[in-house]
């Protein structure tokens, strides 16, 4: 069975950071695309960012270019989100999804999110 | 405001059929793969159709989905109220090299 844990969610204060991680298990989490999309209270889905099955690629969207930075370690089954910079817009629920292969393709099974919470 | 467009909402009425319409580009739908989800209330995303057309295991065939240009539409038919959700389309966009959603719809069966 797929299953994906996100942690390391909290309140910060503007300009803070926070590490985001994704425990993953129950698929071969090295063969597979995988990715960040975020939710503010009450709005939609935000794809935030990807990373290649390898860690070699790499994308963000432009909201948090700059800022945030995925890393994936095989070696533990943990996908990361480094969160630095961070704004009042960036508070939102963050999930972390796994792709049905690519970057690009859509996200078979999801996380049940971690709540980041940016305020002073 | 999304790269791709959704209607805000729409409604139908047990047992109906309701089609949800997301309108893209060139550089999103024109050129890559469709994916829908459906997000009930207070949980996460869940996949109902990928690669435009394509059902993950367990999803029932009264879910579909069909790409057309720049334009994809998720269809769904024999209403349920347990259908009462919002619905997100979603796909890569190769000019900003990023994925890209749709705003949602939310589905209320009356």
């Known amino acids: 069975e797929v299953q994906l844990l996100e942690s390391g969610g909290g309140l910060v204060q503007p300009g803070g950071s926070l590490r985001l991680s994704c425990a993953a298990s129950g698929f071969t989490f090295s063969s597979y695309a995988m990715t960040w999309v975020r939710q503010a209270p009450g709005k939609g889905l935000e794809w935030v960012s990807g990373?290649?099955?390898?860690?070699?690629?790499?994308y963000y969207a432009d909201s948090v270019k700059g800022r945030f930075t995925i890393s994936r370690d095989s070696s533990r089954n943990t996908l990361h989100l480094q969160m630095n910079s961070l704004r009042v817009e960036d508070s939102a629920v963050y999930y972390c999804a796994k792709s049905t292969a690519y970057t690009s393709s859509g996200s078979d099974f999801w996380g049940q999110g971690t709540l980041v919470t940016v305020s002073s | 405001q999304s790269v791709l467009t959704q209607p805000p909402s729409v409604s139908a009425a047990p047992g109906q059929k309701v089609t949800i319409s997301c309108s893209g580009s060139?550089?999103?739908?024109?050129?890559?793969?469709v994916s829908w989800y459906q997000q009930l209330p207070g949980t996460a995303p869940k996949l109902l159709i990928y690669?435009?057309?394509k059902r993950p295991s367990g999803i029932p065939d009264r879910f579909s989905g069909s790409k057309s240009g720049t334009s994809a539409t998720l269809g769904i038919t024999g209403l349920q109220t347990g259908d009462e959700a919002d619905y997100y389309c979603?796909?890569?966009?190769?000019?900003?090299?990023?994925?890209?959603f749709g705003g949602g719809t939310r589905l209320t069966v009356l």
């Open positions: 690669d435009n057309n």
């Open positions: 060139s550089s999103n739908i024109g050129n890559n793969y």
């Open positions: 990373i290649s099955s390898g860690g070699g690629s790499t």
């Open positions: 979603g796909t890569w966009d190769s000019s900003l090299s990023a994925g890209v």
